[in-house]
């Protein structure tokens, strides 16, 4: 069975990632991922994170973060597994 529920469809209906609100149903939206996949390339994006130079890093940490590196928490998990 295809899994059709958005990881943005915070209530019925409502997007919370996009501009437009009311979901434009799975198959109208090029944004569409299941939680799985948005939980997959939530973890990809911090890989990649962790891969950059440490200033990168930081300027990343700083802006989006507020000063924090959670990305390294998750990289660490990947690594013992
Ligand atoms: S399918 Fe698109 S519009 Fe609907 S909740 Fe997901 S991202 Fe938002």
Redesign the pocket.
């Known amino acids: 069975m295809t899994e059709t529920k958005?990881f943005?469809?915070v209530i019925a209906g409502k997007?919370a990632?996009?501009t437009?609100k009311k979901?434009?149903?799975?198959e109208n939206?090029t944004?569409?991922k299941t939680e799985e996949q948005a939980k997959i390339d939530h973890e990809k994006a911090f890989e990649r994170i962790a891969s950059l130079p440490i200033e990168t890093q930081e300027y990343i940490s700083k802006a989006f973060y507020s000063g924090k590196m959670p990305w390294h928490k998750v990289v660490k998990k990947h690594d013992k597994n």
């Open positions: 958005c943005a469809e997007c990632v996009l437009c979901c434009q149903g799975h939206c944004m569409f």
